[in-house]
């Protein structure tokens, strides 16, 4: 079994910063891309950053500049920095592992942790 384990969340005033961890843990052979999502109140979950094992990235425009996506492969953990928050950057932040390779060849599909809460407002 594998799991995604976030935190860092809070609350934050507008133009501060706040840098969300993710930790994966089991018995782990490799992750090829991880990434974060949000879900709004209201709104459906939406995507916000990815990044490769090979350093690939990709961002949602609304967060292109703002906010940093970054991983250490060695202990599969993946980080999202935030800076410049906006009010409605307000979510639930979930890690994601599109999939994961277990050691001893298995494959975990869409691997999702349990959430962490943003909140910017003054």
């Known amino acids: 079994q594998v799991q995604l384990v976030e935190s860092g969340g809070g609350l934050v005033q507008p133009g501060g910063s706040l840098r969300l961890s993710c930790a994966a843990s089991g018995s782990i052979f490799r992750i090829p891309t991880m990434g974060w999502y949000r879900q709004a109140p209201g709104k459906q979950r939406a995507f916000v950053a990815t990044l490769t094992s090979g350093g690939s990235t990709n961002y949602a425009d609304s967060v292109k500049g703002r906010f940093t996506i970054s991983r250490v492969n060695a202990n599969n953990t993946v980080y999202l920095q935030m800076n410049s928050l906006k009010p409605e950057d307000t979510a639930v932040y979930y890690c994601?592992?599109?999939?994961?390779?277990?050691?001893?060849?298995?494959?975990?599909?869409?691997?999702w942790g349990q959430g962490t809460l943003v909140t910017v407002s003054s």
């Open positions: 994601n592992a599109d999939q994961i390779q277990g050691i001893g060849g298995r494959w975990y599909r869409a691997v």
